[in-house]
């Protein structure tokens, strides 16, 4: 299979040397986002929010990379090596040194220098020795009324063992002294902090001086563990969370209803194999050592916390802090032109291509397209593939509103979107009580395509109306991700998607596209094509350069024809925000490439790809990565910009974020990164916010 063929090295480089891990490029990503909370130049809780991204980043990374990393060792398959020359127990060790290194920076960050600085704004999250007397009683009335009641607290004897802890809930290891009621002493307890419970309790204003005064309900049920366990001693309690294993398993040949296979899996994710465990760094060896055995971890999978543990808590503060100081600047998205006499998209798209770039776009547009489909007479039906939308979506509604004015409406709905398996599920229920027929995407195959499809009565003639896109369909993520969206109603493309829908919703041999890439059929051949044109073309002394935007690059092929493209001559720019396979810079092998990663406000999210392809450049949006899954276990489509103000629109943004030298990371040929500064005679240049200043009205 190409995934074992490797690019030919010059004699001073080792396969080893040509590949970076996955895994640690991911870390290596991780640590770009962590960086963003020593950034000065941002808000005081943009820069904590940062943290707490990274928080739920590194969350993930555990839940998945890492818990598959396990579950592949303990089957206890013969010891192999990756392309990057580490065995699965040697990447395991290094993903330990690496994420123990960041996780300490992480709690540095936020001792040493954002509590002091949110305290000098009057923003404090009190800790339990610096609680007045009359705040003690204010708490001590509220842990009596609001948590107390929907604590459960276990004892740990022969009756009450050791229970199987919710993954990332967050929990107390409890040493006692004494005899309950029944004359029992086990000694140890554990208690879990409800979920229901907020994160984070405002102290009135009057018992505060100056400012305002916040306090975790970890603290709150910390300070009064004497009074769940009555009559008996607390000696000591210490914060633990416990990280599991969250990939859904499905045996999709052997499951005969989807829908009812993934809401059964769902239970289990909350309690898969362990995988990490964080606990506070006070705790003594003895009860260290007890919670390792209990919850089966290895010494190398053990946490130890400066601090509270899940700093994603801090998060709560964004909805309870409004001061616009802390905070970017907000700005209006805006909406595009339609052109002159037309108050309809329909008569809009039919006289120039519509080109979205959110969030400086307004997804709303989107929006509004669907619901004046929804309503026109004209509109035949509606198709639509939906993986992360949500199941009270205004494009939902839309879909919805089209079904009760009898349009045929299909929605591809994509169960297995991880962890928004149980939104989707609660989204294909409410479709079909409108009678919206919804399919679940092929066996083995994740639907990760973004399209919708109307189809219009005119003149006698079916016009096909499409919306392509390099993100999801959801209004939220809208507005902090970065993605491209087409409105046409191009002959070929509009043929190709109903082409793609009807293999979706029927069965049949793959169709021939006009005008797409299509995965996991042709995509991946058409990039190799084309990377290899530009190889040629290099060979023969034309002009070749090659420029996409991607969000991860982890495909040995395509790694191995850029590397053969770069000694050809090609000039090649790769702006990948996040896993990097390729090292760019190596002499006698990438020296032609160049790697940049940019981490700014918004998450850079678009897949874009230019050919200069001798002279008649080729400039593609998809909705697929440069990964093996997209590429051949998901339904990606990849489509052409033809109208050439867009597509000159399109490439001015690339050269934009290519000069951009205050957010973007330059992949170095060791897999580190290194931060672009502004050379003394250059002048700052940020991509994100030239755009904001361009298409978007701030308030």
């Known amino acids: 299979m190409f995934q074992n063929r490797f690019i030919a090295c010059s004699p001073r480089y080792k396969v080893s040397d040509a590949y970076f891990n996955r895994e640690l490029s991911l870390l290596e990503f991780n640590k770009r986002v962590l960086h963003q909370a020593y950034n000065q130049n941002l808000p005081l809780l943009e820069r904590l929010r940062f943290l707490c991204i990274f928080s739920t980043n590194l969350d993930e990374f555990f839940e998945v990379r890492v818990g598959g990393l396990l579950e592949v060792l303990e089957r206890n398959a013969p010891p192999t090596t990756g392309p990057d020359g580490l065995a699965l127990k040697e990447t395991l060790d290094e993903i330990s040194i690496r994420a123990h290194q960041l996780v300490h920076e992480q709690y540095q960050i936020l001792n040493r220098e954002l509590i002091p600085l949110l305290a000098t704004e009057g ?74 419970l907020t994160h984070l309790v405002e102290l009135p204003s009057a018992l505060v001086e100056g400012g305002r005064a916040f306090v975790f309900i970890s603290s709150i049920i910390h300070y009064f563990m004497a009074e769940i366990f009555v009559g008996m001693t607390v000696m000591e309690c210490y914060q633990f969370r416990l990280t599991r294993n969250s990939d859904i398993f499905l045996d999709e040949e052997e499951t005969e209803d989807l829908l009812r296979a993934v809401q059964g899996e769902l239970v289990y994710r909350q309690y898969g194999d362990e995988v990490r465990l964080e606990l506070t760094d006070t705790c003594p060896a003895e009860l260290e050592q007890f919670l390792l055995e209990r919850c089966e971890i290895k010494p190398r999978d053990l946490y130890r916390i400066n601090g509270p543990v899940n700093l994603n808590r801090y998060s709560d503060l964004f909805e309870l802090i409004k001061d616009a100081r802390f905070y970017f600047k907000p700005f209006v998205q805006s909406m595009p032109k339609l052109p002159k006499r037309s108050s309809s998209y329909f008569d809009a798209i039919q006289r120039q291509d519509i080109l979205l770039h959110h969030p400086f776009d307004s997804f709303q547009c989107v929006v509004d397209f669907l619901r004046e489909a929804a309503a026109d007479p004209q509109v035949l039906a509606i198709k639509q593939t939906l993986y992360r939308t949500g199941s009270n979506s205004p494009i939902v509604d839309a879909l919805v509103a089209a079904a009760k004015a009898g349009k045929e409406v299909t929605a591809i709905v994509e169960l297995r979107a991880r962890f928004d398996e149980e939104q989707n599920v609660a989204l294909a229920e409410r479709l079909q009580r409108y009678g919206i027929h919804v399919i679940y995407g092929v066996v083995g195959f994740k639907t990760h395509a973004k399209m919708i499809l109307v189809a219009r009565r005119e003149a006698e003639k079916l016009r096909y109306y499409v919306h392509l896109g390099t993100g999801n369909y959801h209004p939220r993520t809208s507005k902090i991700y970065t993605d491209y969206g087409l409105l046409t109603c191009d002959k070929e493309i509009g043929e190709d998607v109903y082409r793609i829908f009807l293999q979706l919703s029927s069965m049949g041999k793959a169709s021939k596209m006009d005008a797409l890439l299509y995965a996991p059929f042709t995509l991946h051949k058409g990039m190799v094509k084309r990377i290899r044109t530009e190889r040629e073309n290099a060979e023969q002394g034309k002009p070749a350069r090659i420029i996409a935007k991607m969000n991860a690059l982890y495909d040995l092929e395509l790694v191995n024809e850029l590397y053969a493209a770069s000694q050809a001559g090609v000039q090649i720019d790769l702006i990948v925000r996040g896993v990097c396979q390729l090292l760019p810079g190596m002499a006698g092998l990438s020296e032609n490439i160049r790697v940049r990663s940019i981490i700014g406000r918004f998450l850079e999210h678009h897949r874009v790809f230019y050919f200069e392809n001798g002279g008649n450049p080729e400039l593609f949006c998809s909705s697929a990565d440069w990964m093996l899954r997209n590429m051949f276990h998901r339904v990606e489509t990849c489509f052409p910009i033809r109208h050439k103000k867009i597509r000159e629109r399109i490439m001015e943004d690339l050269e934009l974020y290519l000069r951009d030298n205050t957010h973007a990371w330059l992949l170095q040929p060791d897999g580190a990164y290194v931060l672009a500064r502004p050379g003394t005679d250059e002048e700052p240049v940020d991509a994100q916010a030239t755009l904001l200043e361009r298409w978007a009205a701030h308030n």
């Not at 999250?125 to 705040?135: C, D, I, K, T, Y």
């Not at 609001?146 to 050791?162: E, K, N, T, W, Y």
């Not at 993954?167 to 086990?186: E, H, Q, T, W, Y």
């Open 123 to 196: 923003i404090r999250v009190l800790r339990r020795e610096e609680w007045s007397e009359a705040q003690v009683a204010y708490l001590q009335h509220y842990f009596h009324s609001d948590v107390l009641p929907v604590l459960s607290p276990i004892g740990l004897d022969p009756a009450h063992p050791f229970p199987r802890i919710l993954n990332k809930s967050l929990n107390f290891i409890v040493r006692l002294d004494g005899k309950d009621a029944f004359g029992r002493n086990s000694g140890r307890a554990i208690v879990q902090v409800p979920r229901s």
